[in-house]
Structures are given as C-alpha cells and as structure tokens.
C-alpha cells in the first residue's frame, strides 16, 4: 500500500488539527469574528458548522478574486476534489475518486451532480461559469436523498447573487496576457414594491497559450465565451413568492490541447472545437398559506446544442511517410427538465411531541440526447437517440433526541426508466429501481463545536456502451451502489474568528462503473481509441478532509485545506485490479493569506497543489505532482478596485488529462503517454466598479 500522506501535506495536517480541540476563550479586543456561512443545497438551511456533511463552501470574495470565471478555476480549493480536461476546458468532475473523466459516443450520466441556481448543468458543465457568483457549494459523499441518481459522489451547488430591494451594480475588466479579455457587468435593484431584478452579462475572449507550428497560429486553442443572466424575486402576495431565473450561454471555443512531443506547440492541420449554446429556465414558489407546512415547488427546462471535434492525428500529411488524417466531430442536441414538489414542516406541524422536523416531496428528471457523429473511418454518420425519465418519492425525518443530540433519517426511491436506439440497429429499454438515503447522528458538544457520524447510500443507473468496435460482452453495464461511512467535527475558536472543520470517511462501490478503453491498431498504422463504460466488482476509498479559515486580524484572513484519499479497485484478472482509481490523487492542498495593507492596498497569495494520478482505468499514464503560486496586488479607494495578479507564477508543467496509446509516424507508432498541459505563468490586471 502506498503511503498515504507525504511530509508537506503532513504539516499542513497537523497545523489543522492542532486548532481542533475546543476551548472557551473571554472576549477580548482585536477578536475578528467570521460571519455565519449558510449551506442551501440541503432540505433546510443550514450554517455550515451545522451541517452533518463533509461541505466546502467558497464565497463572494473569494469567487471574485481576479482570473476566476469558470468553476475550474476553484475548485483547487476544495479537498479530494478533482476535474478532468480534454477540451477547451476542465469540465468533468471527481470526488473522492468518483466521477466521470470524458465523454465520446456514449452518453454519460454524472456522478457528479452540477446545479446551477436550480439547473441541472450536469450533462453540459461549460456552462457551470461564476458569472455574478455568489456562492459555491461542494458536498462530498453520496447525496442521492436530496437528488438521486446525479449525485452518486457528491454535488456541486453555484448560486448566483440575488435580486435586491435597493439599486446596486457593478462593472469589471480584466485585461492579461495571451490577448485574453473578459467584460463582465451587473446591475440589480427593486421594479416596484413587489418585484426585483438582477441582469448580468459577460464577454470573455482570449487567444489561449497553445501556438500552432503547422498553422503558424496562437488561437487555435481560444476561449470565446458569450453569457447572460436574468433573475426576478416577486412577492406575488403575503404566502407566495416567486423566483425566476433565465440563462443564456453561447460559448465557441476552440480545442488545439495535444502534441506529439508533450508542449504547448501543436502541429495539427485541422483543429478542433469545443462548442455549447444553452437557454435554461428555472422558477420556484415558495408557499406559506398552510400552518402544517410549506410548499415549495422548483420546475427548471433547459435545451443545449454541443459540438466537441479534434484533428485526431494532431498531425499533418507530409509530417512523415506512414502519417494518416482523420478527424472526429460529436455533435448534440440536449433537453432536459426537472421539477420538484417540496413539502416542509412547521412549528406547528411537528412530530413525535414537538421534537421532528419533516420533509417529503416526488420529483421528475427527463433528459434527452441526441447524437450525430461524423468520423473519418466511418462509411456514414453515426446516430443515436438516448431519452431518460426519472420519477422519486423522498422525504426526511429530524429528531432531537436530547437538546444536543439530534437523528436524521432520510430515504429515496428511484425508478430510471431509459430508451436508447443508434443507426447500428442497437436498442435498449432498461429500467432500474434504486433507493439512496443517509442516517445520521449530531451531538453539539458545546456552542462551539458540533460532532458528526453518518452512513450514507448512494446509487447510479446502469447504461449501454453504444460503439460499434466494442463485442457484445462489453455492451451493458450494470447500476452501482455506493455506501459511505463518515464521521466529522466543526469547531468555531477563539471567539468565532477561527472556523475548523475535518472529517474521516470509508467508502464501497459495488459494481463500480468505470471508465474504461480499447486501441485497434489499423492497417494504415491509424489506431481507434474506443472509450467505453464497464463495471467493476467493488471499489474502495478512504480519507481525510481538513478546512480551516481564520481571521486572525481585521486586516489579515488565513485559509487552508487538506484532502487524503487512498483508493483501490478490484476486479479479479483486470489489469487494474488492485491499483488506485483514475484522478484520485493521494494528496491534495490550498494554503492561502488575504491582507490589507491599509490607505487602499492590499494584497493576496494563494498555494494548491495535488499528488500525482492515473488518467484513466485502462491504461498507466499517470501526472506528476505539482504545487502551484498564484499572488495578487491592489488598490481600492471608495467604490473602485485594480488589481495586478498572475497565476503559476513559478511557470510549473502540470497536466490536467492524458492518454496512452500510439500516436507518432515518426517513432513506429510505438505506445507512448500523451498530456494536455493546463496554463504556464500568466499575468493580467483586473479594475472593477461598484455602484
């Protein structure tokens, strides 16, 4: 077994552990507190120290540090949390070693569930940006009794900020290397005594840092990203308010990431693309008019056109003899709508002589995805049409037992019933009947600390694996189950300016879907890379999660984190039997300081780092690890703000996907590891105005 936990990730865990024990402290003067953090992606809201959950939590300030437009941007921040690229972007998901990598002919359903205010962008995550961001909520372990099958790891919950009584906006521009240039702006305040607004839109173009030699270009890479939002809070009467929230994305980006040699010199002739137009609509009603309970009822559509294609050679044809050209294009079309009837308890209505709280409610997931590929090596175009219709009955009990201890039992049944059909003359017509939940424990041992314990159930569907080049052994693939067992504790010291939180967890897959491959080698030295779905037996992780944010001064903020994750796969006669799961790095950290420097500066650094991984399941390419330097510097002066900063300021090589199989003319097509490199040294200046 590897050893778990490398001497510099040690030290920030023991720096975090040591604050853990809990202490009365008078107050005294020059004791900054921290402001209560409220998590709303559970049934109730909740403080963040008061939830029995393993959560992170990354707010306004620091989603609006200077750089930070898309949800990869950040989630370094947050442990066992990783992402995969392979696109114009870093856009699928793990947690805790659990989530999808890629996404080719078949159709993925996410372990990783990503809303976004209310909208489920699992299928289509370019769209997950932090325009006019207010809060990022990251739940670790299953959360299938809140929503099912799309959160088998965790979820990832973006809330944008909200309509306001009074009239406020701002306007930002960010100005940096690689001709990158983002306009962003928001403006919201009230129509009438009833209803209120906020509108924010956002332009953000940039060259990219991929040159390619061939094309004599630096934009084949490029980010061209276009997005609108509009939100409405109406108080349609005493018992009734109304959100209403409308999203507009229109992102065409290019996809020029790999080389032959490893660089950020490209040679291909035909690059690629990585392209999404999205509208989404959510409303929710909130209902008051019954003593017994409340209603709350969510409904969100949203319809999205994908184009993701690549030069599939990297190439060009008098590169070498034996070089062959082909290219691949996957174009969909995505629908999809939820809707989700709530019913909360009361004072009023609660049960067993007033100590349980309630919570029940049904709820619908349709999802379609309609594919057209067209491919070099195919006679025709592949087509296949995927529909999905989900129906669930939940609900949740909570009880305090004591006026510290508290019991929390919740269940969800699911029925997946799925419709798959391609132009091959393959169908399938599954259905799986699954049920998630979680029972858990909290004991508040004092006002400042709050001990946890857990055992949660996760589920997932099963699927058919659509390619052509796979036999009919490798075509189904069975649903997984995923139960956690977890024990945690949150702690708030020295008077509220120090918050802690660390949890301990051990998690079993069984029939654990993974990502897996095959590599046919053509007659004209051209190979397939066929990417597919496959089950294996069981699944393994254990860990450790450790945050920490202090305010140590009024002008001095500290955060950190540590993730430990050790994992292991089994499936008997597999080569990766026994070997760790696919981007679940051993280690990984944030270590960060904002300070102000009064008479308008101040000024911010920030650390991330991870162990190294393996790309995939089926093959042995692994990243190093690396450690990245990101640093800012401002001034502010009443409602105005600039900002200088740069990111991988140590210029480090980091990869964020990979693969293994043979690519080169000019070396025999022997096989070799292949890498995306994510972004070199960057610099750029940032000034914003608040009204």
Do not use: C
């Not at 559970?42 to 939830?51: A, I, K, N, P, Y």
């Not at 209902?287 to 994908?306: D, M, R």
């Not at 087509?383 to 004591?402: D, I, P, V």
């Not at 090589?653 to 040294?681: C, H, M, S, W």
């Amino acid at each position: 077994m590897p050893k778990l936990i490398p001497f510099f990730p040690s030290a920030i865990a023991l720096s975090i552990m040591a604050a853990l024990p809990a202490y009365a402290a008078d107050n005294q003067d020059g004791v900054y507190t921290l402001a209560p953090t409220l998590v709303t992606s559970s049934f109730r809201e909740d403080s963040l120290q008061g939830t029995a959950s393993s959560v992170s939590v990354l707010d306004e300030a620091e989603l609006n540090k200077p750089g930070n437009n898309h949800l990869e941007d950040v989630l370094a921040q947050t442990p066992n949390v990783n992402l995969s690229a392979g696109a114009s972007r870093g856009k699928y998901y793990q947690i805790r070693g659990v989530g999808e990598r890629s996404q080719f002919i078949g159709v993925v359903n996410p372990s990783v569930g990503v809303l976004v205010d209310g909208i489920d962008m699992s299928a289509m995550t370019m769209g997950a940006t932090l325009l006019d961001a207010n809060q990022v909520e990251v739940l670790r372990g299953p959360q299938s009794s809140l929503y099912g099958a799309n959160a088998l790891a965790g979820l990832i919950n973006i809330r944008a900020n909200e309509p306001t009584d009074t009239l406020e906006g701002n306007v930002e521009l960010t100005v940096a290397e690689y001709d990158t240039h983002n306009l962003a702006a928001a403006v919201g305040g009230p129509l009438s005594d009833k209803v209120a607004y906020r509108i924010a839109a956002q332009r953000n173009t940039s060259d990219g840092f991929i040159k390619n030699d061939y094309l004599s270009r630096d934009d084949t890479n490029n980010i061209d990203e276009t997005l609108l939002r509009t939100k409405f809070r109406i108080a349609a009467s005493d018992d009734l308010d109304l959100d209403l929230t409308a999203f507009y994305a229109n992102i065409d980006n290019g996809y020029d990431a790999f080389s032959l040699d490893n660089s950020r010199h490209t040679l291909s002739d035909n690059p690629g693309h990585d392209r999404q137009e999205t509208l989404a609509l959510s409303g929710k009603s909130s209902w008051y008019g019954n003593s017994a309970f409340t209603l709350e009822t969510a409904i969100s559509v949203n319809k999205s056109e994908l184009e993701y294609g690549f030069d599939v050679d990297w190439t060009y044809p008098g590169l070498h003899p034996d070089t062959y050209s082909a290219t691949d294009n996957y174009y969909r079309e995505e629908r999809g709508a939820t809707a989700d009837v709530r019913f909360i308890s009361t004072e009023e209505s609660m049960l067993f002589n007033d100590t349980t709280d309630w919570t029940g409610g049904l709820y619908y997931f349709h999802r379609s995805s309609d594919l057209n590929r067209e491919y070099t090596y195919l006679p025709s175009n592949f087509t296949s049409e995927y529909e999905a219709n989900r129906f669930a009955g939940y609900g949740e009990l909570e009880t305090a037992l004591t006026d510290r201890l508290t019991w929390i039992n919740g269940l969800r049944l699911e029925q997946d019933r799925t419709f798959y059909s391609d132009s091959d003359g393959n169908r399938s017509k599954p259905t799986d009947l699954l049920w998630g939940g979680r029972v858990a424990l909290e004991y508040q041992t004092s006002d400042s600390q709050m001990l946890y314990a857990l055992i949660a159930r996760g589920y997932k569907v099963g699927g058919y694996n659509s390619n052509g080049d796979l036999p009919n052994a490798l075509r189904d693939f069975a649903a997984e189950t995923l139960w956690n067992y977890e024990l945690g504790a949150k702690h708030n010291l020295l008077n509220d300016s120090l918050q802690t939180q660390v949890a301990v967890f051990f998690q079993q897959r069984d029939d654990a879907q993974i990502n897996a491959s095959r590599t046919v080698i053509r007659p004209d030295n051209s190979s397939t890379y066929t990417d597919y779905t496959a089950n294996a037996e069981r699944a393994y992780s254990y860990g450790l999660e450790a945050q920490a944010q202090w305010q140590a001064t009024d002008a001095m903020r500290l955060h950190a984190s540590l993730g430990l994750l050790n994992t292991q796969l089994k499936e008997p006669d597999a080569n990766f039997d026994g070997r760790d799961a696919a981007h679940a790095p051993e280690y990984q950290f944030a270590l960060g300081a904002s300070l102000d420097h009064g008479q308008g500066w101040f000024s911010g650094l920030d650390v991330e780092g991870k162990d190294q991984f393996y790309f995939s399941d089926s093959h042995s390419a692994r990243s190093d690890a690396y450690a990245l330097l990101h640093a800012r510097l401002g001034y502010q002066q009443d409602n105005w703000s600039v900002t200088l900063w740069g990111k991988n300021l140590t210029d480090e090589e980091y990869a964020v996907r990979g693969f293994q199989f043979p690519n080169d003319p000019r070396k025999g097509y022997i096989t070799e590891q292949y890498v995306q490199l994510g972004a070199p040294r960057m610099f750029g200046v940032t000034t914003k105005l608040s009204f």
